[in-house]
């Protein structure tokens, strides 16, 4: 099990699976860009719909209004025509007129006191009584028991009516005796019709009812469209889509043109009856799909800068962490130069201060590591190459030896006037000469006698000075020195550290051969102290500078040199943790630079040389006079 994924990972295991191949940069423009779209997308949606709802809002409110208006006149206006029919029912004219037959004074009665009102009247026969629109005296009579009633005459336009039976009370009287006079026993109530008195019911008369304006009005008698007040290009449309059940909806579209639409049934008797109130939005949507269009690009401007910003914050957390990546792929193959993210001061900051910490460790423990290889290989090469010089120079003197003594043996006893006795000078010349080259052999391998202290370098400087001015007046050589007053001081074998400047000296004045000018300048540099030694001599060639510091390898003519001084050299500096470096361009001088550190002296070298140890097991060789 993977214990290190990401605690949202984890709880969400369906999204590590496809993100395990991705970089991090990925996974984090992926997881900012999901969160993004998860809260614009329905963010969008959300206030799209609010804005459409408030749009809706006002349109509802007005139908709201006109739907109370409309209740409030219907059952006024209903109230009314059943108290016009209950008035007209029991008056004397009406009763009179209904009784004898007189269908013009009936006429006349009835239509008394009202304006456009419909009047229908019927016999106890269900015989119309009145002219006008034809409605059938069944349907009249079981209509009584309703306030109103919707009915559908012949003339095919509802009429909204109420109802009354009209009745005649007769009394009754007794006579006792022919002589008496009648009395009243009683009354007895003798049904003559029905009469209703309503209005045609139009959708011009129920929008002048609740007289809002901008509303339109469509109705429903049971399932069929029997007016409107919509325009009538639109009527086709309006009764297809209005039969039937479909009258339910909440927003219709005639012509071109949006309406909310509020289904509003009466409450009557008869027939049913539905009226739908119809606002016109079209002006409120357009402004509702400019808000919306403005809304999509706001959101998908917010969108891409939240992607933007995603890919942005993905770079910032990547970017470090990829540095960090590569810089320790390259650690581990050897490469300490890898760049590293800047300390930004958070916790990608922190580790990169810390690794680039530890970089820095491990790359001084492999240099302190490989120096002290180095210098170990030197040293071998150097006991080896001791013991070799010692033995080789001890087998090779006594040869020496034994012949000088014989050449002068010869000398003494010979004539002083033999033309041959030239060769023989000749010969005890080359073999002071080739003790000479034993004795520096001898030199180089002889170890430090002195043990490693604090030393000022200027007066190092100085004394070797001292030393070789003579040779070097003789010479013609010219001595510039530039020593820094406050020089700090160092911790070295003093006598090796003459013997390499020595050795620096009477290079170039080898160098020199018809005179120049020697600088010598001692200065600081960090942590460390530097003493340049600079000639004016014929230079040392490009191809020979990679071996001036190997063994036995010079650029002297003839045997005035063998080749192990600056070999020498460069390990006793290096033995003191520093550095020997030449810059040299031919016809112009060389430059050779001794680099010391204050205080970073191998503790092996701090040590006095033991009596009889060989030169190299331990200790620096000393510098002979000439490379």
């Known amino acids: 099990m993977n214990t290190h994924r990401p605690p949202v990972l984890r709880r969400m295991p369906h999204l590590a699976g496809p993100m395990r191949g991705l970089s991090l940069r990925a996974k984090v423009f992926f997881l900012f860009a999901g969160a993004a779209l998860l809260i614009v997308v329905p963010a969008m ?157 139009t959708a011009a008369a129920i929008k002048k009812d609740f007289g809002t304006s901008g509303t339109e009005v469509a109705l429903l008698v049971g399932d069929s469209l029997v007016g409107t007040t919509l325009p009538r290009t639109v009527a086709g449309e309006t009764r297809e889509l209005l039969g039937g059940r479909r009258a339910a909806q909440r927003v219709y579209r005639f012509g071109g043109e949006d309406y909310r639409a509020r289904p509003y049934p009466l409450r009557v008797g ?48 990547a970017r470090p962490a990829q540095a960090l990546a590569e810089a320790s792929a390259r650690l581990a193959r050897g490469d300490y130069a890898a760049p590293l993210p800047r300390d930004s001061g958070d916790e990608i900051g922190q580790l990169a201060r810390a690794f680039g910490e530890m970089r820095a460790a491990i790359a001084e423990r492999e240099q302190r590591l490989r120096s002290a290889q180095a210098e170990m290989i030197h040293r071998e090469k150097l006991a080896a190459m001791g013991r070799l010089v010692a033995q080789l120079s001890h087998e090779i003197n006594n040869p020496i030896y034994n012949i000088q003594n014989c050449l002068e043996a010869l000398e003494r006893r010979g004539d002083p006037s033999d033309p041959n006795r030239e060769f023989l000078t000749l010969a005890q010349e080359e073999l002071a000469r080739m003790a000479t080259l034993t004795r520096q052999l001898l030199d180089q391998s002889r170890p430090l006698s002195d043990a490693a202290q604090p030393v000022g370098l200027n007066s190092v400087v100085q004394r070797v000075l001292t030393l070789a001015g003579p040779e070097l007046g003789s010479r013609g050589i010219r001595i510039a020195t530039r020593l820094a007053p406050a020089l700090p001081q160092v911790v070295v074998h003093p006598e090796g550290i003459q013997q390499v400047l020595a050795n620096l000296v009477n290079n170039a004045c080898d160098a020199m051969p018809g005179g120049g000018t020697l600088s010598v300048i001692t200065r600081v540099d960090g942590e460390a102290v530097e003493v340049v030694v600079e000639d004016t001599g014929t230079g040392i060639d490009e191809r020979d500078l990679p071996h001036i510091f190997e063994a036995f390898y010079t650029t002297k003519p003839g045997v005035a040199g063998i080749g192990l001084g600056l070999f020498v050299s460069e390990g006793i500096i290096r033995g003191h943790r520093g550095r020997l470096s030449v810059e040299s361009t031919v016809g112009v001088g060389s430059r050779f630079i001794v680099r010391l550190p204050r205080e970073t002296l191998d503790e092996a070298m701090r040590q006095e040389p033991q009596a009889g140890e060989p030169a190299g097991a331990g200790e620096v060789m000393a510098v002979g006079a000439g490379d």
């Open 45 to 201: 949606v959300l206030i799209a719909n609010a804005v459409e709802d408030r749009a809706y809002a006002r349109a509802t409110e007005d139908l709201d209004d006109a739907a109370l208006s409309l209740q409030t006149n219907w059952i006024s206006r209903g109230e009314n025509l059943a108290l016009a029919a209950q008035i007209r029912a029991t008056q004397p004219e009406v009763i009179g007129a209904w009784s004898h037959g007189r269908a013009r004074a009936l006429s006349r009665a009835v239509h008394q006191g009202l304006d456009k009102e419909t009047v229908v009247a019927v016999d106890s026969a269900y015989r119309p009584l009145l002219a006008g629109p034809g409605v059938s005296g069944p349907v009249l009579a079981a209509s009584v028991d309703a306030k109103t009633v919707v009915v559908l005459p012949d003339t095919g336009v509802p009429l909204r009516l109420a109802v009354v039976r009209v009745k005649r009370d007769t009394a009754r009287f007794e006579q006792p005796s022919p002589d008496s006079a009648r009395t009243e026993v009683g009354r007895d109530t003798v049904a003559l019709g029905f009469l209703g008195i309503g209005t045609p019911l």
């Open 270 to 317: 008869g027939a049913p009856v539905t009226v739908v109130l119809f606002r016109r939005v079209t002006v409120e949507l357009r402004i509702v799909q400019g808000i919306q269009s403005a809304i999509i690009g706001i959101g998908v401007t917010a969108l891409v800068i939240a992607l933007v910003l995603a890919a942005l914050v993905a770079r910032i957390v």
